[in-house]
């Protein structure tokens, strides 16, 4: 029976990939269709292991402590954080081939582009992600993770 990651352990990672995730968030192209399509996917993934720590600690705690309810509350907000990541990533998707769209239909060399570009959803994805990490590190300084381990792994 192969090991299972800790809460602890599973933190870490979300940490490590959030900070990824910033970096190239920060020096990449807004305008790159793939890109974006990839960074959203990434997001799912943050996503999609924060649900799964919530359900094996929510599972593990049938009479929750206020220590129990922190801990549930701030990995709700994590993935809440990836998440609402995603939806602006997708915006700026969307908005990124809206504009190659009109700019490709356009019969003058002037091109009007409304609402928001897809670099500001970008900065406010960003935004959005940098919460992860202070998110877990505060998990971390409050010693709010317990040392056993959820019973499913994510997919």
Same mark, same amino acid.
């Given at each position: 029976? +192969? *090991?299972r ?9 979300? %940490?490590?990939?959030?900070? /990824? ?7 990449? %192209? ?7 399509? #990839?960074?959203? %996917? ?5 996503? *999609?292991?924060?649900l799964?720590?919530f ?8 009479? @929750? ?8 509350? =701030?990995? #709700?907000h994590? /993935?809440?954080?990836?998440? *609402?990541?995603?939806?602006e990533?997708?915006?700026?998707? #969307? ?9 490709? *239909? ?9 609402? @928001?570009? +897809? ?8 935004? !959005? ?11 971390? =300084?409050?010693?709010?993770? @317990? &040392?056993? !381990?959820? &019973?499913?792994? @994510?997919?």
């Amino acid at each position: 029976m +192969p *090991d299972r990651p800790a809460p602890a352990q599973i933190l870490d990672r979300i %940490t490590t990939d959030a900070l /990824a995730l910033d970096r190239a968030l920060r020096t990449g %192209t807004t305008d790159d269709a793939c890109a974006l399509a #990839a960074w959203i %996917t990434e997001t799912q993934d943050l996503a *999609d292991t924060a649900l799964y720590l919530f359900r094996g600690l929510a599972q593990h705690t049938p009479h @929750p402590t206020s220590a129990d309810l922190l801990l549930l509350e =701030r990995v #709700a907000h994590i /993935a809440k954080a990836a998440q *609402d990541t995603g939806a602006e990533l997708a915006a700026a998707l #969307a908005r990124a081939v809206e504009n190659r769209r009109r700019r490709a *239909d356009a019969v003058s060399p002037r091109v009007v582009l409304i609402g @928001p570009s +897809p670099q500001q959803f970008v900065e406010s994805a960003i935004d !959005l992600l940098d919460r992860i990490p202070a998110l877990c590190h505060a998990i971390h =300084r409050d010693r709010l993770a @317990p &040392p056993n !381990l959820p &019973p499913h792994q @994510p997919r």
